[in-house]
């Protein structure tokens, strides 16, 4: 390819991936001035302004943002990802993190399917909250097959894992708190139910500085479950009467490639903090622009046709996921494990 043609294409996708980071920007602003959740504010933002995507002057970027940056995005998640924090917390705790994990992916999808869901929107809906949300729900839609209404079908996960966790951080500490969990042991229950991030360390810091530790602790090691389950799902669903799927990178695409490698040099601590900052930062904020190119690429009109099913089978996926955590807390009690790890 010539210089001519990288500036050609170069040219032909750049006002499409402006005009997402643009409406990304302002979509953090809206969030940040409401205390929304910014990746719900940017979906609906794309949603609303969904006639953007039929310009042909900015659809190719917009396609862009939706696949590539937010590919980029996942694959810098590995920045997140310190496997010495893990291993610390002993062998019980991932044991029965990865049993809540599988449980509710197995018995989600089957649900999803008994639903009438096709066989990757349940395991979409079902990963996006047995791993991480948002990040998860991204992340599995890229090794899925093409279908159609895929956008239309990330785009209800996301809406509803994003509203489901913020239903739980309001209330699953009250829930700790009826069913008598210590501190540790809400944060576990916690940790390993609430579906984002943000809502498992602002659920777990508003009940106490023990049970936030607790939860942050329990959702990192979810989030390192993202990697195997995507590879397994990707391995699940390949196609084998295409020649290229025999390929290696068709098991493991090189998004999950950048993330295993920045996930290992940063367990050795080989990137600077400020480094590590910005990297995190650029994430966020890749994740946050394709999240709006995906609402652009997606009609409401289609989402309305979608029904009620998406969403009750994301609510029994959470419940499920909620009901094994508090299981494991009351009888298992592997949070005796995190408490002696960091006293």
Excluded at 186 to 196: E, K
Excluded at 266 to 282: A, T
Aim: neutral net charge; proline residues 5%.
């Amino acid at each position: 390819m010539t210089r001519a043609d990288v500036q050609t294409v170069a040219a032909g996708i750049y006002p499409g991936i402006a005009v997402c980071m643009i409406i990304a920007v302002a979509a953090m602003g809206i969030a940040g001035q409401y205390g929304a959740p910014v990746m719900l504010i940017a979906l609906l933002v794309g949603l609303a302004l969904h006639p953007l995507s039929q310009s042909e002057v900015l659809a190719p970027g917009i396609h862009i943002s939706a696949k590539t940056i937010l590919k980029i995005g996942v694959a810098l998640l590995g920045l997140r990802i310190a496997y010495g924090d893990i291993a610390s917390l002993g062998w019980m705790v991932p044991l029965c993190v990865i049993a809540i994990v599988a449980l509710t992916i197995l018995v989600g999808s089957v649900l999803g399917r008994w639903l009438g869901l096709s066989a990757p929107f349940a395991v979409l809906a079902s990963g996006a909250v047995a791993i991480c949300g948002v990040s998860a729900a991204v992340a599995i839609s890229c090794v899925l097959p093409k279908r159609e209404g895929e956008d239309r079908q990330l785009s209800l996960v996301i809406a509803g894992v994003t509203s489901l966790s913020t239903v739980a951080m309001i209330l699953y500490p009250v829930i700790a708190a009826r069913i008598g969990l210590s501190d540790p042991e809400t944060g576990f229950f916690l940790g390993g139910s609430i579906h984002d991030v943000a809502q498992v360390v602002g659920a777990g810091y508003s009940v106490s500085p023990e049970a936030g530790d607790a939860a942050t602790y329990v959702k990192l090691l979810r989030v390192s479950l993202l990697l195997p389950v995507v590879v397994l799902i990707g391995f699940f669903f390949r196609d084998g009467s295409d020649a290229k799927q025999t390929k290696w990178t068709s098991l493991v695409p090189l998004f999950l490639i950048g993330f295993i490698l920045l996930a290992v040099v940063n367990s050795f601590h080989l990137i600077p903090p400020k480094l590590l900052e910005v990297g995190n930062s650029v994430s966020r904020f890749f994740i946050i622009t394709s999240l709006v190119a995906v609402g652009m690429r997606t009609d409401l009109r289609d989402l309305a046709r979608v029904g009620p099913r998406p969403l009750i089978a994301l609510t029994l996926a959470t419940a499920i996921m909620a009901i094994a955590a508090a299981a494991t807390v009351a009888t298992i009690h592997p949070i005796d494990a995190v408490t002696a790890a960091h006293n």
